[in-house]
């Protein structure tokens, strides 16, 4: 919130980013416009484990966002509960020692790293060219640079590490429904 308001009082920007975590697929972009601000965030403000209200941990990080329409800039912001210690990231929660579960419902945006973000679209037009075209991690970075006339914007490590986390996430879920 800092990143976009540089002087909001920590109270209020706790307050907006409690309320922020309620909504799903949040934009600061007044449109459809790809060049808004996505905010990358839990999807919950409350919850998991022992519905204590969760609070900001860290400080919200820029992110960069490579999706279906283009490039944009992201801001990723990360919860905890001071109560059962469990932080909430914006595709799981957890902690070291309980591990890491996968939120019920799969989210927008897969993470590449942590401060790169490929929506999932997009990465499904990657694995399709892949499986059906041999489009490499580095073919696809090249191209997506090109049609969006950009450079050095969506890298091939960071299509390989969507892909990867991607078909984790994709495999864990497999299982849990078996
Ligand atoms: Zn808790």
């Not at 309320?19 to 790809?34: G, P, V």
């Not at 990080?61 to 469990?86: A, M, Q, T, W, Y």
């Not at 996968?102 to 679209?121: G, H, K, N, Q, W």
């Amino acid at each position: 919130m800092k990143l976009i308001h540089p002087g909001i009082r920590e109270e209020d920007e706790n307050v907006l980013i409690s309320c922020i975590s309620r909504l799903s697929n949040f934009s600061l972009a007044a449109s459809e416009d790809h060049h808004g601000v996505k905010v990358f965030c839990p999807p919950i403000s409350r919850y998991v484990t022992c519905n204590a209200v969760l609070v900001p941990h860290n400080r919200p990080v820029k992110v960069d966002f490579f999706g279906i329409r283009g490039p944009s800039e992201g801001i990723k912001v990360s919860l905890k509960c001071n109560h059962c210690g469990f932080f909430y990231g914006y595709s799981k929660y957890g902690n070291p020692q309980a591990g890491w579960s996968l939120y019920e419902t799969p989210r927008v945006a897969i993470e590449a790293s942590d401060v790169c973000f490929v929506e999932l679209s997009l990465l499904r037009w990657q694995i399709s060219l892949s499986c059906h075209c041999w489009v490499s991690f580095s073919g696809f970075s090249v191209t997506f640079n090109e049609v969006h006339d950009i450079v050095g914007g969506l890298s091939e490590k960071s299509v390989a590490n969507a892909f990867w986390n991607g078909e984790l996430e994709a495999e864990l879920r497999l299982r849990e429904e078996s």
